[in-house]
């Protein structure tokens, strides 16, 4: 097929984004709207689907111009979106009930204590794939139906729809014809068995969640139904959808044991193919299903995240002050050539996978006369690598085959002496790719792909080109003896250790 014109829409946390891309994978035009913030109380975060439906479109349409492409000439949508974010709207007028419970919010931090201590630890596990965790959709829908007996009724009746950002954009578009999401999307909510692929009775019954409620859940790469006409101004296919960070595993056509991705944005994200065995991590890392589930079934992946990456070159410039852009901390910590002995565990927020210490915080180590700010930006970008090689150390443990190479995308991933020392402390090339819009990048070619623009999801292997590699360039003992100093370091701060 010649000329192919795929909308992929991008929904993040903070800003809703819309690509148009060619059958070469060529980006012809992007639309980017930022939308509010909610914060009503100290551990909540809310969004309001209307705005996030809103700057939707806007994004579409400055995408769309900037593409020199009307609607009647898309060949296929594919949707990408944050995931677990929590909208409830009623069925009859397509308004929301609700603000958007985001991924972020902690309010059900006691609930989830609740089921741990009622023993679910295990099931949970083994159903969905998942830890007890706020991060979740499942423990904010119970909350949700529980708070507001009028919403609880409403779902007893019928009238109640709920899902994922995926779900609300693909009601929205299709005039609400169409109710489901995908099975990357689904396998975040905690209430999906990733095993048999559908919801899963015993965790709605652990939650109190009435599944009728729920969108239908099919793979990524479906036709899910057609825009309706009078939303974009014609019939267009959505024949892709995978949550934000499947889909970016998916567009760094990491579809082979072996490889491996890491998005290096405000938190960094690690994910690798694991299979189409389903299994239980015993690393403390979560598996959930891929993007990647056409003819051969489901395929599952193993994910690890550190929740401030990038964020903390961040606090370099706004809570330090030492730097004025994130771009400086790559000059700055390559003014010094070494730490000078800092080790920063910069655990703002608690530490993620494979610690999961929501109590630990910062602390900065081996601080002398002689430190200098080059010092400890460069102990940063360390801390960004180091805690990227514990999620590699504990997928390599977790998974038969060794990660041997790692691609990588977001903000952080252009800093290239950051990107060094993750090849140096992971001990596997790092590898960053010409297009890093990969996340959106993956939704295209998820539509593409079952709208029938490209052949298989090997065809997508083609379209994925390398721009740099980092190859590791330090020893295995002294990788051994830096990983040591870091770990005593995380000791310090939360007394957890890698798997433990
Ligand atoms: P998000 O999608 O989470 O908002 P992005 O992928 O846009 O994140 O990346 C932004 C993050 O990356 C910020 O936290 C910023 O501090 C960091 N960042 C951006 N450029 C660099 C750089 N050159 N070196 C180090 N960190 C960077």
């Given amino acids: 097929m010649a000329a192919a014109r795929i909308l992929a829409i991008d929904q993040g946390t903070t800003s809703s984004r819309a690509l148009v891309v060619d059958e070469?994978?060529?980006?012809?035009?992007?639309?980017?709207?930022?939308?509010?913030?909610?914060?009503?109380?100290?551990?909540?975060?809310?969004?309001?689907?209307?705005?996030?439906?809103?700057?939707?479109?806007?994004?579409?349409?400055?995408?769309?111009?900037?593409?020199?492409?009307?609607?009647?000439?898309?060949?296929?949508?594919?949707?990408?979106?944050?995931?677990?974010?929590?909208?409830?709207?009623?069925?009859a007028t397509g308004a929301p009930v609700a603000p958007a419970i985001v991924w972020q919010d902690r309010r059900t931090a006691p609930l989830c204590e609740d089921l741990r201590l009622a023993g679910h630890e295990e099931t949970i596990a083994h159903h969905s794939g998942l830890t007890i965790d706020p991060y979740f959709t499942g423990t904010k829908l119970a909350w949700l139906l529980e708070s507001q007996p009028s919403l609880r009724s409403m779902?007893?009746?019928?009238?109640?729809?709920?899902?994922?950002?995926?779900?609300?954009?693909?009601?929205?578009?299709?005039?609400?014809?169409?109710?489901?999401?995908d099975f990357t999307n689904?396998?975040?909510?905690?209430?999906?068995?990733?095993?048999?692929?559908?919801?899963?009775?015993?965790?709605?019954?652990?939650?109190?969640?009435?599944?009728?409620?729920?969108?239908?859940?099919?793979?990524?790469m479906t036709n899910f139904g057609y825009t309706d006409s009078d939303v974009l101004g014609a019939r267009i296919p959505i024949t892709g959808i995978a949550g934000d960070q499947q889909s970016a595993l998916f567009g760094q056509a990491c579809t082979r044991p072996g490889l491996a991705k890491n998005t290096y944005g405000t938190g960094a994200f690690v994910l690798a193919p694991a299979g189409r065995e389903p299994r239980v991590s015993?690393?403390?890392?979560?598996?959930?299903?891929?993007?990647?589930?056409?003819?051969?079934?489901?395929?599952?992946?193993?994910e690890g995240?550190?929740?401030?990456?990038?964020?903390?070159?961040?606090?370099?410039?706004?809570?330090?002050?030492?730097?004025?852009?994130?771009?400086?901390?790559?000059?700055?910590?390559g003014s010094v050539a070494d730490s000078g002995g800092v080790t920063f565990v910069p655990a703002f927020t608690g530490l993620g996978a494979p610690y999961w210490d929501p109590e630990a915080r910062g602390a900065m180590f081996g601080?002398?006369?002689?430190?200098?700010?080059g010092h400890l930006a460069r102990a940063t970008l360390e801390a960004i690598a180091m805690s990227s090689a514990d999620l590699i150390a504990a997928i390599n443990r977790d998974l038969p085959q060794p990660v041997t190479e790692l691609r990588v995308d977001g903000g952080a991933s252009a800093n290239n002496l950051?990107?060094?020392?993750?090849?140096?402390?992971?001990?596997?090339?790092?590898?960053?790719?010409?297009?890093?819009?990969?996340?959106?990048?993956?939704?295209?070619?998820?539509?593409?792909?079952?709208?029938?623009?490209?052949?298989?999801?090997?065809?997508?292997?083609?379209?994925?080109?390398?721009?740099?590699?980092?190859?590791?360039?330090?020893?295995?003992?002294?990788?051994?003896?830096r990983m040591e100093v870091w770990h005593a370091a995380i000791r310090q701060v939360s007394g957890g250790r890698p798997g433990g």
Avoid at 312 to 333: C, F, K, M, N, P
Wanted: glycine share 10%.
């Fill in 155 to 181: 779902a007893d009746s019928g009238g109640l729809a709920v899902g994922t950002v995926d779900s609300w954009l693909l009601w929205k578009l299709t005039g609400g014809a169409v109710h489901a999401t």
């Fill in 24 to 91: 070469l994978g060529a980006v012809l035009g992007i639309g980017q709207v930022a939308f509010r913030q909610y914060y009503p109380e100290p551990g909540r975060v809310e969004h309001d689907a209307d705005e996030i439906w809103t700057s939707t479109q806007e994004a579409i349409a400055t995408a769309l111009a900037a593409a020199s492409v009307t609607t009647s000439r898309l060949t296929a949508i594919g949707i990408t979106n944050q995931r677990e974010t929590l909208v409830a709207w009623d069925r």
């Fill in 367 to 373: 601080l002398n006369r002689g430190t200098t700010t």
């Fill in 305 to 333: 995240s550190v929740f401030v990456a990038g964020a903390a070159v961040q606090w370099l410039r706004d809570g330090l002050g030492i730097i004025s852009t994130a771009t400086e901390s790559e000059a700055l910590a």
């Fill in 282 to 302: 015993e690393n403390r890392l979560l598996v959930s299903l891929g993007a990647n589930t056409g003819k051969a079934g489901p395929e599952y992946v193993v």
């Fill in 186 to 220: 689904a396998s975040r909510t905690m209430l999906f068995n990733i095993r048999r692929g559908r919801w899963d009775e015993t965790l709605c019954e652990i939650l109190n969640v009435p599944s009728g409620i729920l969108p239908r859940a099919a793979a990524s």
């Fill in 418 to 481: 950051l990107m060094q020392m993750q090849a140096d402390l992971a001990g596997i090339p790092v590898v960053r790719p010409t297009n890093i819009e990969t996340t959106a990048l993956g939704a295209a070619y998820l539509a593409g792909i079952t709208a029938g623009v490209w052949e298989s999801e090997e065809a997508v292997d083609g379209l994925w080109q390398p721009d740099r590699s980092f190859e590791p360039r330090i020893g295995d003992d002294e990788r051994e003896e």
